[in-house]
């Protein structure tokens, strides 16, 4: 059984501050990691993909993943009141025949 | 180009009846896949399509449960006798597995249908 666990928060950071999530997994064949991120009453969206260890950064997202840990997280900078949402962490043990497992996903509010 | 469709938006139905949930794929997708969203809960795969190939339907929380998927493109997805633990979004995403895409299997989300089941 594969299990994704995330800090359901909220978490509420405020603007211009670092946001970091953070995302476990128990599946020790997952080779890449997908962040969504889902407004609320919309569907989500990715945001970053990442497969190697270590920081992948694109624009004000870094992602940070840890194979040895089974620890990945997401780090915000420079949060602005769009990034408002619900950011969901999906390891993938590669194929996608079994599609993706989500974690329930981490609600973050940034406070003007 | 057009995204991924879904129909209805929303769906209020009685308890017992049966309902269909229809999607409609990006264009040129092969992959295709559905989930479920609780109130509060994350996202719960279900089933997984992949052309025309039989899918592997585990995921389906039951027999109650059934997806189809015509021609490698539109796919509808059949509760019957539905309960009110099937409340829930149902959302359809497709890819284009395995190599076309420049992130290997991203998904692309459809706006869901939103059940209700009174």
């Known amino acids: 059984q594969k299990e994704v666990e995330q800090n359901s928060g909220p978490l509420s950071v405020p603007e211009g501050a670092i946001a970091s999530l953070n995302c476990t997994y128990s599946d020790r064949g997952s080779q890449s990691f997908f962040w969504y991120r889902q407004y609320s009453g919309k569907s989500p969206e990715l945001i970053m993909f990442?497969?190697?260890?270590g920081d992948k950064e694109d624009g004000r997202f870094t992602a940070q993943l840890n194979k040895a840990s089974q620890y990945v997280s997401l780090l915000i900078r420079d949060s602005q009141p769009s990034d408002s949402a619900t950011y969901l962490c999906a390891p993938d043990s590669g194929g996608g025949a079994d599609g993706l497992t989500f974690g329930k996903g981490t609600h973050l509010i940034i406070q003007p | 180009g057009a995204g991924v469709s879904q129909s209805p938006s929303n769906k209020v139905t009685e308890k017992g009846k049966d309902v269909e949930l229809r999607c409609d794929p990006i264009?040129?997708?092969?992959?295709l896949y559905w989930y479920r969203q609780s109130l509060g809960q994350g996202l719960e795969f279900l089933i997984y399509f992949q052309g025309n190939s039989a899918p592997d339907k585990s995921g389906l929380p039951s027999d109650r449960f059934s997806a189809e998927r015509t021609g490698g493109s539109v796919s509808t997805l059949t509760i019957q006798r539905t309960q009110q633990e099937d409340s829930a979004v149902y959302l359809c995403?497709?890819?284009?597995?395995?190599?076309?895409?420049?992130?290997?299997?991203?998904?692309?989300f459809g706006p869901g249908t939103r059940l209700t089941v009174t």
């Open positions: 990442i497969y190697s260890n």
């Open positions: 264009s040129g997708h092969t992959a």
């Open positions: 995403a497709s890819s284009s597995y395995p190599k076309a895409s420049a992130i290997p299997y991203e998904q692309y």
